[in-house]
């Protein structure tokens, strides 16, 4: 990738400092950073005694075999003690931890004392079910405070647990339970999902079917639908857990001990299972909840909109709260039912304070209109947070104006499954924000942009995204292949974690991410962002969300090809789509004017938001679609097929 090439087609000049009151009270001020790159691992060291340790580490990092490292190596900690527990002996038993509102309305009001209770009933069932240290327990529930209380009880047992999404087919999840070798599956009878009960079992039992090493299911009721039983192997979850008592005693583990494996599905090949680690992970997502989200445990309420069958789930809704005795919000549905104002509805109700949540759906609620959340009471809000995507700098200013009354601060997280924790990112209380922009390492990271031959790259070029220094939540390997870890993370830059984004440094030397590396596009021997361009688009008034791909193309190598969702009432006349691409030359210059324009109704979407190029890019080629099985809705593929009447 060639450095000028990906220099700063897009120059966004909008600025917004923290607001004065939270600076003056902000948990992290800019201190941390100096204190961080004075002595980046006494600064950890420092952090990881936010956790209450059996055994304090004496140890920082040991990178002797990098790159498979130990963080706090000689500490021992309980997970669950330190999320739960230690906040009740603390006094705090009668704290709210969780504000469960169900698709349907059906509500619940866990405090921490009864979280406790609730955790210690689940690991005695679990225990009773013969799941021991270092045993893999598979979790496939839909978004009740079950899935919850079941990670946590497996972290207390010492039992790594890998959450599967709901949403994932029964082969996604007998690969799943496969290669973790998992003998235990927790999952529901179903969760509701659009107003309807949508079920999870069949798929456990399919999933089963094909890996004949699964001893015991353990069954939530939700939705009191019809499921098949099988007496030797399904047990009720308010059979077994509810007789259980609700002592228990946790047990500290080794800082190293494996606290979960998560899959990512990556483009090609078999699933990657990202193992983490007890002392170190938790340490991270506990000091950057604390740190991005200003988080007063006293008086704020926290709502992560996020599976928690992604990484997102894990370490901000499960661990990052629960390890700083937070209150938040967890909803089990989807933002558009009975009505496309739920989501703000629900912030009005619980008063939720903090809101974390996605691009895609930011996009979607541009796209419903402004009018919605305009509806409801949305005054308690003062940090909102988005990871998972680039944010288009237009959907980030309507997030700030529609949704946190144009003085909430934003703070747009870069991380992965990979990292388990927050990497890059504004601090509410300290950075002069700009939209669209991750910005900078937190405190205690090290990462840069390179180009390809690994050379950091000057304020305003562009190249590869880099980890250049061991973390504490890294992920250890992926499970059972450390070959594949090597070779997937650290063979492309020697010594440097390579990330798979493209990114670019601007005139400050801040960090904008272009989208993942596979997805840039070379157009007349000029890289181009995707991102860049989507953005573009979506600064038109016209457009809420966009997606751009290369195609190949005789005299430019890769043509833009871009596929648009207008917003309501805009409609799509030949003038329309020529006044796109005018908009996009004015903004990025000529090189970057797509060559095809199509409005589409939906657009290709992973089940956790992330639109999939790669299914653009074969429509765009004319060629048959790849491996669909990841999408949200398959249908949208046949949507946007029949709108090509004269295919590219
Ligand atoms: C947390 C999560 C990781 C990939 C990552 C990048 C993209 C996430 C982003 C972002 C730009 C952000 N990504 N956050 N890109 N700005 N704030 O999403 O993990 O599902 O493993 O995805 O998501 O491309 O490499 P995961």
Not at 184 to 194: E, H, L, N
Not at 410 to 428: H, K, N, R, Y
Request: aromatic residues 8%; glycine residues 8%.
């Amino acid at each position: 990738m060639s450095n000028e090439s990906l220099a700063n087609l897009l120059k966004e000049e909008r600025r917004f400092p923290p607001p004065a009151d939270l600076a003056t009270h902000a948990n992290v001020t800019a201190a941390a950073y100096e204190q961080a790159a004075a002595d980046r691992l006494g600064f950890w060291a420092e952090q990881a005694r936010r956790l209450s340790w059996a055994t304090p580490p004496t140890q920082t990092l040991d990178w002797s075999n990098a790159p498979f490292a130990k963080w706090f190596a000689d500490g021992r900690l309980n997970v669950a003690y330190n999320c739960v527990d230690r906040h009740v002996e603390n006094g705090l038993g009668d704290r709210v931890a969780i504000h469960f509102e169900g698709e349907p309305g059906d509500t619940r009001t866990i405090t921490y004392a009864e979280l406790q209770r609730e955790v210690s009933k689940t690991a005695n069932a679990l225990t009773e079910l013969g799941v021991r240290a270092g045993d893999r327990v598979a979790i496939y529930l839909p978004m009740v405070p079950e899935a919850v209380i079941a990670m946590l009880a497996c972290a207390r047992l010492g039992a790594p647990h890998s959450v599967v999404f709901g949403g994932f087919s029964a082969d996604a999840l007998a690969t799943r339970i496969e290669d973790a070798d998992a003998q235990v599956v927790i999952t529901a009878d179903g969760g509701y999902r659009r107003g309807k009960p949508s079920a999870l079992k069949p798929a456990v039992d399919e999933a089963i079917e094909r890996v004949d090493r699964v001893r015991h299911v353990l069954v939530v009721r939700r939705t009191g639908q019809e499921v098949a039983w099988n007496d030797s192997r399904d047990v009720w979850w308010h059979d077994i857990v509810e007789r259980q008592s609700d002592q228990h005693t946790p047990e500290a583990f080794d800082a190293e001990h494996p606290l979960f494996i998560l899959y990512t599905s990556g483009t090609t090949g078999k699933p990657k299972g990202i193992l983490h680690t007890t002392g170190g992970y938790l340490t991270q997502v506990s000091y950057t909840h604390h740190a991005v989200f200003d988080l007063k445990p006293e008086t704020d309420v926290f709502w992560c909109t996020a599976d928690v069958g992604w990484v997102t789930g894990h370490s901000y809704i499960a661990y990052g709260p629960l390890s700083n005795g937070a209150t938040q919000v967890l909803y089990e549905g989807t933002p558009d039912t009975p009505h496309q104002g739920r989501w703000w509805e629900i912030v009005q109700k619980y008063g939720v304070t903090i809101l974390y949540t996605a691009p895609t759906a930011i996009r979607a609620c541009m796209k419903w209109g402004d009018d919605i959340p305009a509806k409801f009471d949305l005054s308690s809000l003062r940090v909102l947070g988005s990871v998972g995507e680039p944010i288009n700098p237009e959907a980030w200013m309507w997030y700030r104006k529609h949704i946190g009354a144009d003085a909430t601060p934003i703070v747009d997280t870069w991380w992965q499954t990979e990292t388990g924790a927050m990497m890059l990112s504004p601090l509410p209380g300290v950075t002069e924000t700009k939209p669209g922009s991750a910005q900078m390492p937190l405190p205690g990271i090290a990462a840069t942009v390179v180009d390809d031959d690994a050379n950091e790259v000057p304020d305003g070029a562009g190249g590869y995204l880099v980890l250049t220094e061991p973390w504490p939540s890294m992920l250890r390997t992926i499970w059972g292949d450390d070959q594949r870890y090597l070779d997937t993370y650290w063979s492309r830059f020697e010594g440097k974690y390579f990330a798979g984004d493209g990114a670019k440094k601007d005139d400050d030397g801040d960090i904008w991410l272009l989208g993942r590396v596979d997805d840039v596009m070379l157009v007349s021997g000029h890289n181009i962002s995707t991102t860049e361009v989507e953005s573009a688009l979506v600064s038109h008034p016209k457009v809420a969300e966009a997606a751009v791909v290369g195609a190949t193309d005789p005299q430019t190598t890769q043509a833009i090809c871009a596929f648009v969702i207008l917003r309501g009432g805009a409609d799509e006349s030949e003038g329309l789509v020529e006044e796109l691409r005018a908009h996009v030359a004015k903004h990025l210059g000529p090189i970057a004017k797509p060559k095809r324009i199509l409005p589409v109704a939906e657009l290709p979407k992973t089940r956790s938001g992330k639109i999939m190029r790669r299914l653009l890019r074969d429509i765009a080629e004319n060629r048959d679609l790849g491996d669909v099985t990841t999408l949200t809705d398959s249908s949208v593929m046949d949507l946007i097929q029949a709108k090509l009447p004269s295919a590219a």
